[in-house]
């Protein structure tokens, strides 16, 4: 779960229902990150304390007994989570409320009609739990809320993106000069990026409420750099 997430150090780990604190410790342990385990059962966040100092890693680590549907995510930079499916789609709202790159990793269960960005199935011959013996990894980038209307200024003066998203998906069109380009793609974390076709790929960073042309080929070569910003109204004049 770790090694999907990319987990590095300065990354933050949460992990919800830590157990035995397996893997918040693995985390600090051999990736270098902080982390903090979430659990309902006391004994178990004590034996996870101790399992810490024993790793040497007590330093870099935290556990709490609390409700993990009562737990502040904001600081992740990674969560782990090995739920029942009604309690990885009762998270998913705040869990798409996470800063945009936040990855989120978990162990057998998905997230419903979020689909992850990828699966990756794991033998394990021994497993205690369910009838196959493997195990699916599913992970997800937090992406960046792009939906509606952007207006740009400076070198695109009176051009327009209107987008629609769907979790890490988007389509749309690009408006500029009675010219339209169709755009569609996907999104990771703040990076929008359109497939190359007959226009050449296009690349947009979104940070917040500006949405700026990272790379542009084909005709749109000359717009790179452009910034929109995103419209409080239904049109941009």
Same mark, same amino acid.
């Given at each position: ?164 998203? *769907?979790? +890490? ?10 010219? /339209? %380009? &169709?755009?569609?793609? @996907?999104? =990771? ?25 990272? *790379?542009? +080929? ?10 929109? /910003? %995103? &419209?409080?109204?239904? @049109?941009? =004049?």
């Amino acid at each position: 779960m770790l090694s999907s997430a990319g987990v590095k150090r300065g990354d933050h780990v949460i992990d919800l229902g830590s157990g035995d604190g397996r893997i918040v410790i693995l985390a600090a342990k051999k990736f270098e990150a902080t982390g903090l385990g979430v659990e309902i059962d006391p004994a178990l966040v004590e034996k996870s304390k101790a399992n810490a100092r024993n790793a040497g890693v007590a330093d870099k680590v935290e556990f709490r007994v609390q409700d993990l549907f009562k737990t502040d995510l904001a600081p992740a930079s990674v969560i782990t989570m090995y739920l029942l499916p009604e309690f990885n789609l009762q998270l998913r709202p705040a869990l798409l409320a996470l800063k945009p790159g936040t990855r989120i990793v978990s162990h057998d269960w998905d997230m419903g009609d979020w689909k992850p960005d990828r699966t990756t199935v794991v033998e394990v011959p021994n497993k205690a739990v369910g009838r196959e013996k493997s195990s699916r990894i599913h992970l997800w980038t937090v992406p960046a809320k792009v939906d509606g209307l952007w207006c740009a200024s400076g070198l695109l003066r009176g051009a327009s993106i209107q987008l629609t998203q *769907s979790y +890490q998906t988007f389509s749309g069109t690009l408006g500029w000069r009675e010219r /339209t %380009r &169709a755009l569609a793609g @996907s999104i =990771s974390g703040n990076e929008l990026r359109t497939p190359a076709g007959s226009s050449g790929e296009l690349v947009l960073e979104a940070q917040g409420d500006v949405l700026r042309i990272s *790379s542009a +080929q084909g005709n749109m070569a000359l717009a790179q750099g452009a910034r929109f /910003t %995103r &419209a409080a109204g239904a @049109s941009c =004049s």
